[in-house]
């Protein structure tokens, strides 16, 4: 169904650690046990050659961890980019760990493709969400990572304790080198962080949902992330997925729609860990095929992944710009 060849794009969690604890994070939502983990840059090494050289884009985004807390990503960018020297960078983190010089050499691979560091607020806002971070470290990273050359884009979440903020944050953003500035909804809200005033929108889970349903009504499959645009997920525990949704699932239990990933996993999981077994066996292996073949039809799927899933990313974001020389 799918080959290693077809692959061109990997999102990657290299850390499963995080020193934030934002009340809505999927991290507080675990019913499995999934402990701090990281991809040693010896383990990512695991990766063939071959397989590097053939990606167009590399994001380390993971569910659950931050990826500034393995001390090894410069390592393990300076790897990729030896191998793939056109390939772009992703990234996204809340940018409170490490120092300014680790991130001054990681910008410095980061000219192409951009670093998303996420602020929520300013000074004496940012943290009641951010719980755990450090607002005035991320903005000193952030502007080493700017003055190493990387690309840096403000995700700005936005509550009522902060939306009066919203143009000083626009403003900061751009005198510290950032390229974008832009605001999106919490994925909830409750009694302490409130939903703000100011911003008319629909959550994220309603749009995902209206999407859903008008794609299902046209007896349309899920059009799953390996077939569509040729990506897979890698966990920071080694397992390698379909996509990032499959292993969040696994670990969290949050929707009973995808419960069937859970007993392939399980079904699977010594089998589809690249630290120990080839990627090539695993993206072409059964676990892989049962997958495919069963989110062609599930409502989860479908509602996730689906041809307007352009249109749902623009509706999650209410404020955007991007600054010019």
């Known amino acids: 169904m799918i080959q290693i060849g077809d692959i061109r794009g990997l999102n990657i969690e290299v850390s499963s650690k995080c020193i934030g604890y934002c009340p809505f994070c999927s991290r507080r ?10 991809i040693t840059f010896s383990e990512f090494k695991r ?57 001054k050499a990681l910008g410095e691979l980061f000219h192409d493709g951009c670093m998303i560091f996420s602020l929520d ?24 990572f700017t003055d190493g050359g990387g690309v840096a884009h403000w995700k700005f979440i936005v509550f009522e304790h902060n939306e009066h903020q919203v143009k000083a944050a626009e403003a900061m953003a751009k005198d510290i ?25 629909q959550m994220k889970r309603e749009i995902f949902l209206s999407y859903g349903q008008k794609y299902k009504k046209r007896n349309k499959h899920a059009t799953c992330k390996p077939l569509n645009n040729g990506s897979i997920y890698i966990a920071a525990d080694g397992t390698v997925h379909p996509c990032c949704f499959a292993h969040c699932m696994y670990i969290t239990e949050h ?27 695993i993206v072409e292996g059964p676990y892989f095929k049962e997958v495919l073949l069963q989110s062609k039809t599930n409502d989860y799927c479908t509602i996730k992944c689906n041809k307007y899933k352009k249109e749902v990313r623009k509706k999650l974001v209410l404020y955007d710009t991007y600054f010019t020389e």
Request: charged share 25%.
């Open 47 to 103: 990766l063939p050659e071959s397989f590097l050289k053939q990606l167009h884009i590399i994001t380390f985004a993971g569910n659950f961890g931050d990826l500034c807390s393995n001390s090894e990503l410069v390592d393990i960018v300076k790897h990729v980019k030896n191998i793939n020297g056109t390939i772009r960078m992703g990234g996204d983190t809340n940018g409170s760990a490490q120092d300014e010089e680790w991130w």
């Open 29 to 38: 939502q675990k019913v499995r046990s999934y402990k701090d983990q990281l």
């Open 255 to 281: 929707n009973h729609l995808f419960q069937y990933i859970v007993l392939l996993i399980e079904k699977y999981h010594a089998e589809i860990n690249f630290k120990t077994k080839p990627l090539q066996d």
């Open 121 to 144: 607020g300013l000074e004496n806002t940012h943290s009641l969400h951010r719980k755990g971070t450090d607002f005035n470290k991320i903005i000193r990273n952030i502007k080493a």
């Open 177 to 201: 080198g950032c390229s974008r500035f832009f605001v999106i909804s919490s994925r909830d809200y409750n009694e302490k962080l409130r939903r703000p005033k100011t911003f008319d929108f």
